[in-house]
């Protein structure tokens, strides 16, 4: 079953831009289409813009028990895994590619935290 999430920003030059994010066999797809171009950007690695809304996007789905715990804990692991390993200033060209057959960020390399209480 996929698990999609899609919502509408505008960028800096105030160009309305689309960004869909979808969930199949455990990996994450990003990818983000602006209203005067016409293919879709596929991303290997996602913008930290675009993470970070899709974190907020999930949590108001979580409020609303339209979305799952777990995937709010794996969009938080890839929005650190990101932080970790990329630059500061990520440019689109460098992340993005045009192929759909792009791999994506699997969120199956991304564990789930559990952790025991133990009584002190």
Request: charged fraction near 30%; aromatic fraction near 6%.
């Amino acid at each position: 079953m996929r698990n999609c999430h899609a919502w509408i920003v505008r960028d800096e030059d105030h160009v309305k831009r689309e960004i869909r994010v979808s969930k199949e066999a455990s990996r994450w797809r990003f990818q983000s289409k602006r209203a005067d171009a016409e293919t879709w950007t596929y991303y290997k690695v996602p913008l930290e813009a675009d993470l970070i809304s899709f974190l907020e996007v999930l949590d108001r789905k979580y409020r609303r028990r339209r979305a799952a715990h777990h995937d709010i804990i794996l969009a938080k692991q890839m929005l650190a895994e990101l932080a970790k390993n990329l630059p500061p200033k990520s440019t689109e060209a460098a992340n993005c590619c045009i192929a759909p057959e792009a791999p994506c960020i699997s969120s199956a390399s991304a564990t789930l935290e559990t952790g025991s209480k133990t009584d002190e």
